[in-house]
């Protein structure tokens, strides 16, 4: 009576562990999603001349900080600021009010550190320097492995030039 309650469990799970590879399509999902992996943290080099006091592109970083710079881009864009990459393709991207605090900001929020008065309590401070700040937009995960925020540079979402204009905008006296 034992004997055969075991085997028919045991013909329970064989028939459960059958084999159905041949007939259940099954794509090969770690390929799928390498495609979605990020690439490796990358150092980014400040360009020369990449900080500048330039009102127009303080003027530009402030409009990416503050908006998505793409089809849902609020008001006029600022000159020398496109909404479409090198493809042709519209821009989707900026918005670091989704998670800072700064000067001026609506609803912002609080997911990353508040970056109001960042210029006096920073900068002037030599606590951050201009090269940081570059490549924590560039590749935050230089500095903090574990970070939250967006990786721009080391993605392609941003070029250098963009970069620099909201660094500018950031470390600029407000
Ligand atoms: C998804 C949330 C998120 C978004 C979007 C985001 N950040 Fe961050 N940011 C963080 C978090 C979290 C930190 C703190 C952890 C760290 O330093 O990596 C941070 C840190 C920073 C710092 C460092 C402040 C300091 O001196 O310690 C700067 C500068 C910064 N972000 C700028 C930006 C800019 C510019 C954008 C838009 C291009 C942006 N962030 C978008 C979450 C975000």
Do not use: W
């Not at 004997?3 to 259940?24: E, H, N, P, Q, R």
């Not at 500048?52 to 008001?75: C, M, Q, V």
């Amino acid at each position: 009576m034992k004997k055969g309650l075991t085997s028919t469990l045991l013909l329970g799970i064989s028939l459960f562990a059958a084999d159905y590879s041949s007939v259940i399509e099954s794509p090969n999902a770690s390929k799928i999603i390498e495609k979605d992996l990020l690439a490796p943290a990358k150092v980014f080099t400040m360009p020369d001349g990449c900080i500048t006091t330039d009102p127009k592109a303080i003027a530009r970083g402030k409009y990416i900080f503050h908006n998505l710079n793409g089809e849902d881009s609020k008001g006029p864009l600022p000159e020398g600021l496109s909404q479409v990459d090198e493809k042709g393709k519209p821009k989707q991207y900026g918005n670091c009010v989704a998670c800072h605090n700064i000067e001026e900001a609506k609803g912002a929020g609080n997911i990353g550190p508040d970056l109001t008065k960042y210029h006096e309590n920073m900068m002037a401070t030599k606590v951050r320097d201009n090269q940081f700040v570059y490549q924590k937009i560039s590749d935050a995960r230089i500095d903090n492995p574990t970070t939250h925020m967006t990786i721009n540079q080391t993605t392609g979402l941003f070029t250098p030039r963009e970069i620099c204009d909201i660094a500018s905008y950031i470390v600029s006296p407000k």
